[in-house]
Every structure is written in structure tokens, then in C-alpha cells.
């Protein structure tokens, strides 16, 4: 029961998450770039928590887990570059 908690209350958390990505997007009164580095933050925050938890990171060796930090940074670094090829 206590997993079934654990699991609930970061599922809500990245749903808040997901709202403000949506309210930050949505409002014109932010600068491009100042709503775009609040979004790709909150991104990396998601992808973090979904990693550590609902991939089980927490219980791996560090070795994983340093390898799926590594793929992390290169798609941040792949996200960043497209979004300088928009502009």
C-alpha cells in the first residue's frame, strides 16, 4: 500500500508539472526563451522523477543509473539544438 502512495503522489506532482508546462506555454506575457528554459526545467524535472521511480532507478546500481543520466543530458542537448533550429 505504501508503493501505491508513493507512486499516487508522484503521479500527481508531474500532472502539476504537466499544467504549468501548459500555463507557461500558453501565456503571452513571458519572453520566448524565459518560458522556454521554465519548460525544458520542468522537463528535466519529469524525466528524472519518471526515471528514478517508475523505472526503478532508485534500486539500481549506480552504473545504470549513471548511464540513463548520460542519455538524459543528450536529449536535453538534442531538444536545445532543435529548438535553436526553429528560430
Do not use: C, N
Not at 64 to 85: D, E, H, I, K, R
Request: proline share 1%.
Amino acid at each position: 500500500m505504501t508503493r501505491l502512495k508513493l507512486y499516487t503522489a508522484i503521479y500527481v506532482v508531474l500532472f502539476v508539472f504537466a499544467t504549468a508546462q501548459v500555463v507557461v506555454e500558453q501565456s503571452s506575457g513571458l519572453a520566448y526563451w524565459t518560458a522556454f528554459w521554465i519548460i525544458i526545467g520542468l522537463s528535466f524535472v519529469k524525466a528524472l522523477m519518471v526515471a528514478w521511480y517508475y523505472q526503478h532507478l532508485k534500486w539500481e546500481p549506480r552504473s545504470v543509473t549513471f548511464t540513463m543520466f548520460v542519455g538524459l543530458l543528450a536529449a536535453l542537448a538534442l531538444t536545445t539544438a532543435a529548438a535553436y533550429s526553429i528560430l
